[in-house]
């Protein structure tokens, strides 16, 4: 059951992490401005930014693709079920909060196998009355066993948008592609695909700058090309929505994205780099700041 991840000892959950290495999950929350990580997932996130300084536009637009993606599928497609894999640590305006927000009857579930995510999943559990949302232990190299809990949740003879947003360049190729596909052949006619994904396509001395301090840190981290990405869509035989792939800032912006409030000056300046990442406003973004691609596709 989904719920079973949430009933584990947090003594177990305590013996799971490891807070000596970086985690992609904990290194994004240092980039949002979230307090849930380690002094490993710091020192990532600082060689991250230090090699490519406008970095965190990346994380913040790849955020903010998220949440225009979700309020098109809730609010223009009618979309009512949200499988979200490799959800990360819960942040401002998680997908059952867009969604539910819009119509209040979604079921959101979220998978993750971090134990510091597990360790804070009650606080994604907050839906209202009349929706759902759940957490599932599980890993995307499983996809089946992510269906399998999550029918406890979702009713996968009705549409459901599956959101694989910045994660499949934690996986190789060999892999990665069997598991979209299986994942899309699972749902139904009607289900969605929202998928983003790092690139070296747009600028790539940043980005490969970056990809080689998450390597020497042991990540997989696959920078896949246009074609490449779109490949995700079209070998599970989607019809991808406009406006294409495209990197993320130009998917249907919207210019919404959330300021964050601004802190007293002298505050701000005895702050290192990476902590006044979280009052960045990333509205000045320009084309030469992002590596990576966003989409949309539906399943005919």
Known sequence: MPGDALSQDPAELRRRIDSSKAHPARVYDVFLGGKDHYPADRDAAAAGLAANPRGYLDVRHNRDFLRRAVTALAGQD????FLDIGTGLPT???????????????????????????????ALLTSGPEGRTDYIDADLKSPERILELASATL?????????????????EDEEAYPIVRGLMDALPAGSRLV????TEDLNPENIRAVQRTYTERGFTFVLRSHKDVERFFTEAGLDVA????VPVHHWRPDHAAPVPEQPEESYLASLEDIEKVRYKD??????????????????G
């Open 78 to 81: 009618g979309i009512r079920q």
């Open 92 to 122: 401002a305006e998680n997908v059952h909060q867009i969604a539910q927000r819009i119509a209040p009857e979604s079921r959101v579930v979220y998978v993750d196998n971090d134990p510091v995510v597990l360790a804070h999943a009650r």
């Open 155 to 171: 009713d996968f003879s009705r549409p459901v948008a599956l959101c694989l947003v910045a994660i499949l360049h934690f996986v």
């Open 242 to 245: 406009e406006p294409g792939v």
């Open 282 to 299: 990333i509205n000045d973004v320009t084309d030469a700041d992002i590596n990576v691609y966003g989409g949309l596709g539906t399943k």
């Open 195 to 198: 998928l983003s994904h790092l």
